[in-house]
Structure formats: C-alpha cells, structure tokens
C-alpha cells in the first residue's frame, strides 16, 4: 500500500532527508489499523521526471508486523502509477485545457520540448474522464466556480486548492488519483486479481 510522505520541499531535500527511517516513521499501520509503529523495511527505486529533475529516487518502505503487509511512503509530488511529477503534469493540463495550447505548446509550457504528443493525448483523456468526479469530491477544499464543463471546474478547483494540497486530500482521504486509477488496479491503487476458479465436482 502507498501513502504519502508528510515531508514538504524540494526533490532535492527529500533526497537528502529519505535516509532518517525514524523521522516520518507511520504510528500505525494504515491497512489493518494496529496501533503500534511499523518497522523499517528498506527501500525501493522509481524513476521521476520534473521540470529540473530526471532521475531515480528512493522510496522508504515499512512493515507491519501484525499483518505482515508494507507501507510505501510515496513523496507529495510523486502521482502514484506515474513516472512524471505532479508539477509536469498540472503544467500540462492547465496549459493544454484551460488555456487551449495546442499539444507542442502545453508541453513547453511543462518544459517537456521531447514530450511525444502521445503522452499528452494520455494525460488529457484520463484527466477528461476523471473530472466530474473530481469536481465533486474538491468540494471540500474549494468552492465550485461556474464553468463550462466538468474539465474547466475541476482545474480551477485545482488550481484554487492548490495542486499538492488536493493531490494530499484526495488520495489520503478518499484513495482517489488525480488521474484515476489504471484500469488494472482495483480504486485503492491495488492490482486488481481474481480469484481462482473453483474445481468442478
């Protein structure tokens, strides 16, 4: 299971912080609700794409002893499923959907000049899909505004909100992505599997 890291800054700092195991430690396990600190259980790399950033980072992984379960600790500006940071990716949508640039601009704007038009294409049709119910769950953090469809309201509530903040709110508090969830994982960003079929008689 992933959460999100209560550290705030710069991919810089985060890298430079990730190593205190102890200092972000969860006090309890978020999947089976046992009150007792999980333990440290190494960590994990992905890649990331900022827009002053293209690498790896490490990622702090945790135990639970009870139900033998880990918990990753996924940075702020980190989308989970995503290899491009969430700054990139607002850049774009704002740019591409509100502003009307075409896919070439929308990607400058999120100083992507090599982005394939694809990916944005991608970004697009899943933010177009995710949008009404994000318009209604941002309900919370700020004020509908009138606007011409789901997709406008939903990025000037983004935006109003502020990215990272609605970024924590949705996926801490409802296990929402800002993008949805890939067609492969079940709504709380685990794969989703099937049972195995019973034996016939």
Do not use: N
Not at 26 to 33: A, T, V
Not at 147 to 176: K, N, Q, T
Request: glycine share 4%.
């Amino acid at each position: 299971m992933q959460i999100l890291h209560p550290f705030t800054g710069s991919i810089q700092q985060y890298l430079q912080e990730i190593s205190d195991s102890d200092r972000y430690r969860p006090d309890h396990c978020p999947q089976c609700e046992a009150k007792e600190p999980l333990v440290g259980h190494g960590f994990y790399s992905r890649t990331l794409v900022d827009c002053a950033f293209d690498g790896a980072i490490r990622v702090r992984r945790y135990l639970c002893r009870l139900c033998k379960r880990t918990v990753s600790l996924l940075p702020h500006f980190v989308l989970p499923w995503l290899r491009f940071s969430l700054s990139v990716i607002s850049l774009f949508l704002v740019a591409r959907l509100l502003q009307g640039l075409t896919l070439a601009a929308a990607a400058l704007a999120a100083r992507q000049s090599t982005m394939p038009y694809q990916r944005g294409q991608f970004w697009v049709r899943r933010f177009r899909k995710q949008a009404p119910a994000l318009a209604v769950a941002l309900a919370a953090l700020a004020a509908p505004k009138p606007a011409p469809d789901f997709v406008s309201r939903a990025l000037g509530m983004l935006e109003s909100a502020g990215w990272i903040a609605a970024h924590r709110f949705l996926f801490s508090a409802l296990r929402a992505h800002l993008l949805g969830w890939p067609d492969s994982l079940a709504p709380q960003g685990r794969r989703a599997t099937l049972a195995p079929a019973a034996p016939s008689a």
